[in-house]
T-cell receptor, first 115, second 111 residues
Framework: KAGVTQTPRYLIKTRGQQVTLSCSPISGHRSVSWYQQTPGQGLQFLFEYFSETQRNKGNFPGRFSGRQFSNSRSEMNVSTLELGDSALYLC??????????????FGPGTRLTVL | AQSVTQLGSHVSVSEGALVLLRCNYSSSVPPYLFWYVQYPNQGLQLLLKYTTGATLVKGINGFEAEFKKSETSFHLTKPSAHMSDAAEYFCAVNLNNDMRFGAGTRLTVKP
């Protein structure tokens, strides 16, 4: 069974631009969560999507948004990029909504660098 | 609000020595608890999890963790470290679908 895939793996953008990251969950998984990982803040939860609806949201500004398609694939978008948005963005999928006890399977991440 | 604290951002052990990575959580009720490992340039991989039942949980790669409610701890151990265990380890708690990760502990294994 193929794992979680994220594209692109690496991305370089400049301040003020916008970026879209893509995540394809494991086949059959309906929940997709996004995390931002930085050396200073660690792993921070961005949002979770289940059945094309955002179910949970972390404490990030409105510049961070996402969506999920009917095939469970998800995208996240960051508009008006700032230097502080440079991070590893991780996507995780699980069978059902919430990660209470459902194992989350993580993708390799997209490394975003903002210049 | 719940939070998770990992004591020690860096831990160094010799090959064959005991590995002990500490995790404490703060929550009014016992949450679900997880340990993940992250190798360089990779995503996180689940090592083990505690939901309910037996408080000693065995995971992959010889790791295990014990949930101690009285100490609000979920420390990760492995009897004998291997070079391949060098990675970053994250403790995580989930309560009511709110997933929080610790800051991580980087494990170095010396030959």
């Amino acid at each position: 069974k193929a794992g979680v895939t994220q594209t692109p793996r690496y991305l370089i953008k400049t301040r003020g631009q916008q970026v879209t990251l893509s995540c394809s969950p494991i086949s059959g998984h309906r929940s997709v969560s996004w995390y931002q990982q930085t050396p200073g803040q660690g792993l921070q939860f961005l949002f979770e999507y289940f059945s094309e609806t955002q179910r949970n949201k972390g404490n990030f500004p409105g510049r961070f948004s996402g969506r999920q398609f009917s095939n469970s694939r998800s995208e996240m978008n960051v508009s008006t990029l700032e230097l502080g948005d440079s991070a590893l963005y991780l996507c995780a999928s699980s069978l059902a909504q919430g990660a209470r006890y459902n194992e989350q399977f993580f993708g390799p991440g997209t490394r975003l660098t903002v210049l | 609000a719940q939070s998770v604290t990992q004591l020690g951002s860096h831990v160094s052990v010799s090959e064959g020595a005991l590995v002990l990575l500490r995790c404490n959580y703060s929550s009014s009720v016992p949450p679900y608890l997880f340990w993940y490992v992250q190798y360089p340039n990779q995503g996180l991989q689940l090592l083990l999890k505690y939901t309910t039942g037996a408080t000693l949980v065995k995971g992959i790669n010889g790791f295990e963790a014990e949930f101690k409610k009285s100490e609000t701890s979920f420390h990760l151990t492995k009897p004998s470290a291997h070079m391949s265990d060098a990675a970053e380890y994250f403790c995580a708690v989930n309560l009511n679908n709110d997933m929080r990760f610790g800051a991580g502990t980087r494990l170095t294994v010396k030959p």
